[in-house]
């Protein structure tokens, strides 16, 4: 647990934790973000605001103690809650930090639901990927098949979750988002969870209970169908500007990723290496200038940026992976560290299915 002083930004999406831990009758599922909104709203000395440029936008409120009286219920949560000096809630607290437990250790409470399993843990991601459109979800030399699945499905959530996209039945037993994946019938997939009613320490609030669509029976529950989690109101943001300059930081990458090079290259001195580099570099803008799309958007740190292939090889073949973080403003793309092709396509893979010839090459690892 960690205090939180008044008068501090907090993003809405945490607020749910803080009125748990100071034990208040309070549910998400039944009064929603949207609700808990207009209750803050309505209290003095609470002042609530967007932030970022996102559609449907975020928001943060600022705390600030106050005592006004009221009679209405949201509200009189709301003020009870905000009115001490120092509020409490779990450390990693912005909402729940993962879809489904990521190890063994992991607290209950950070966790949004149990997926349940009778033979085998990937059954509940088997079900999954045999209802979705044809694609490969693990990498050959792993024993997980559906490792980029998982990874996949937790990050969707944490975007839904950040965006306010969970949708909750009218009665609070139910929830669900959309998952991103079509069926071969071209029907989005929702995940589809039960309330649990469990008081046990370790047991998590929601019980997984599969994938659906909205021709379902589970579906008769929602009002509304979920939305896709979205990443940018721009979609021109997510083509890479060949015209920027390119800011490299060999120093980190020849110091902290240099054995992520080609075996041929590690042993090359600092001069060598730099220019080997830079030459790569100007190549693949080459290629930019020619195939827009050669570079690939990837989401990570809640932003996009690019992963830039780099081929140090006269047959062309992919080497190495850059990544590219954009600075509209200057007009560059700063380049400061290489990941693996496994790395490289688990990160992409959260925005778009990967149907780029480079990128697919992570699958001969």
């Known amino acids: 647990m960690q205090a939180i002083p008044a008068n501090k930004e907090l993003p809405l999406t945490s607020i749910p934790h ?11 599922e039944k009064y929603g973000f949207r609700k808990l909104r207009t209750a803050l709203e309505g209290v003095p000395g609470i002042n609530i605001f967007e932030y970022g440029d996102f559609t449907p936008p975020l928001y943060k409120c600022i705390l600030s103690p106050v005592a006004i009286p009221s009679t209405d219920k949201d509200t009189k949560i709301a003020h009870e809650v905000y009115s001490p000096e120092s509020l409490s809630f ?59 699945l998982k990874t996949y499905l937790n990050s969707t959530f944490m975007r839904c ?7 909750f039945s009218s009665d609070g037993n139910y929830a669900c988002f959309n998952s991103g994946l079509l069926t071969t019938d071209g029907h989005d997939i929702l995940m589809h969870f039960n309330k649990t009613n469990s008081t046990a320490e370790n047991r998590t609030a929601w019980l997984f209970s599969g994938p659906i ?46 054995e992520r090079l080609p075996l041929s290259l590690q042993n090359g001195g600092h001069q060598l290496l730099k220019h080997a580099l830079s030459g790569a570099v100007e190549n ?49 793309y700063q380049m400061k560290t290489i990941l693996t092709n496994r790395m490289a396509y688990i990160n992409a893979r959260v925005i778009s299915n990967m149907n780029t010839e480079w990128i697919n090459e992570a699958f001969s690892e």
């Open 18 to 28: 803080l009125l748990r831990s100071v034990d208040l009758d309070y549910s998400l």
């Open 90 to 148: 779990p450390e990693k607290g912005k909402g729940y930090t993962s879809l489904f437990k990521r190890h063994k250790n992991q607290s209950s409470d950070e966790v949004f639901a149990f997926f349940h399993w009778k033979d085998h843990w990937d059954e509940p991601f088997e079900k999954i990927s045999s209802m979705a459109e044809d694609e490969r979800w693990g990498f050959p030399s792993d024993e997980d098949p559906f490792f980029i």
């Open 161 to 167: 979750q950040e965006q306010e996209k969970i949708v």
């Open 213 to 258: 669509t909205t021709l379902s029976f589970e579906f008769n529950s929602f009002e509304k169908i979920p939305l896709l989690a979205t990443f940018l109101d721009n979609y021109q943001d997510f083509i890479f500007s060949p015209e920027y300059s390119t800011e490299i930081d060999y120093m980190h990458i020849l110091t902290h990723n240099k």
């Open 284 to 332: 693949t803008k080459k290629r930019c200038f020619r195939n827009h799309r050669f570079c690939i958007p990837h989401w990570f740190n809640n932003k996009i940026q690019f992963l830039f292939p780099l081929s140090f090889s006269e047959e062309g073949k992919i080497d190495v992976i850059l990544v590219a973080v954009p600075d509209h403003v200057q007009k560059s």
